[in-house]
């Protein structure tokens, strides 16, 4: 496992460990400590990152001068050899041979540091994003937070507006109601059963009674008033005969 890798898992722990160890009670507090964490291991970051751009860039340069040597050399050595110098011939061909050794080091060292330093970069942008998203998360949740607190307020008000108090009043007032009409009925079971009741029912009976004593005794005297007159009338009619006879 390389450097950059371990100081990304060492962000991605320390991160994890605020999360779960956050209090839930408290989303804001628990989202801006993500943040401000995330904010500093990607500081971090970027300085380790930097580190190896650095070494990726003073790998670049030292094979770039050691390029230039090795390209001098080369050019001194057949100047060397047609002087018959065979002693600075020696002496460029070791150093030539030095470099050759040093700048295939060099190369194979810068271009591991190359591939890390741009590895790092793509991690490092990313790690930006994802500070942007969580960011944005942390927007979209403490609003989805405070629309669920205004619909529970607003469910918690029409609760306590609910059918069942008004039930409750209408069955009050139909007990009201019903015990009005029952005292209505025991006052008027109570007037017909007492005495002035009863003597008032007596009075009915004998003043129809009397009424219908009256009506028979005017029925009899109209009979013997009817059965006079035609008593009357009959006896004038056989009086009359009587004289024409004479």
């Known amino acids: 496992m390389g450097f950059f890798e371990r100081l990304w898992n060492l962000v991605k722990g320390a991160f994890g460990g605020a999360v779960t160890s956050a209090e839930v009670n408290n989303p804001e507090a628990v989202y801006e400590t993500a943040i401000d964490?995330?904010?500093?291991?990607?500081r971090e970051l970027k300085k380790a990152v930097g580190n190896i751009v650095y070494l990726r860039n003073k790998l670049e340069a030292e094979l770039e001068t050691k390029t230039k040597e090795l390209a001098e050399i080369n050019a001194q050595i057949p100047v060397a050899l047609e002087a018959?110098?065979?002693?600075?011939?020696?002496?460029?061909?070791?150093?030539?041979?030095?470099?050759?050794?040093?700048?295939?080091?060099?190369?194979?060292?810068q271009a591991?540091?190359?591939?890390?330093?741009?590895?790092?970069?793509?991690?490092?942008?990313?790690?930006?994003?994802?500070?942007?998203?969580?960011?944005?998360?942390?927007?979209?949740?403490?609003?989805?937070?405070?629309?669920?607190?205004?619909?529970?307020?607003?469910?918690?008000?029409?609760?306590?507006m609910s059918t069942d108090a008004d039930i409750k009043a209408l069955e009050n007032v139909r007990e009201h109601i019903g015990k009005l009409a029952a005292q209505a009925?025991?006052?008027?079971?109570?007037?017909?059963?007492?005495?002035?009741?009863?003597?008032?029912?007596?009075?009915?009976?004998?003043?129809?009674?009397?009424?219908?004593?009256?009506?028979?005794?005017?029925?009899?005297?109209?009979?013997?008033?009817?059965?006079?007159?035609?008593?009357?009338?009959?006896?004038?009619?056989?009086?009359?005969?009587?004289?024409?006879?004479?």
């Open 84 to 109: 018959g110098d065979d002693e600075v011939t020696l002496v460029l061909l070791q150093k030539k041979n030095e470099l050759e050794k040093a700048i295939a080091e060099v190369t194979a060292d």
């Open 185 to 246: 009925d025991v006052g008027a079971e109570i007037k017909n059963d007492s005495l002035d009741a009863r003597l008032a029912d007596i009075r009915k009976k004998t003043g129809d009674v009397t009424a219908k004593s009256q009506l028979e005794e005017l029925k009899k005297l109209h009979a013997a008033k009817h059965a006079s007159a035609v008593a009357e009338g009959a006896a004038g009619g056989a009086a009359g005969g009587s004289k024409k006879t004479i």
């Open 37 to 42: 964490e995330r904010l500093k291991r990607h």
């Open 112 to 160: 591991k540091m190359a591939g890390q330093a741009e590895d790092a970069k793509k991690a490092l942008v990313s790690f930006q994003g994802e500070i942007e998203k969580l960011k944005r998360e942390r927007d979209e949740m403490l609003a989805k937070k405070s629309t669920a607190e205004a619909r529970i307020k607003i469910q918690e008000s029409l609760d306590g």
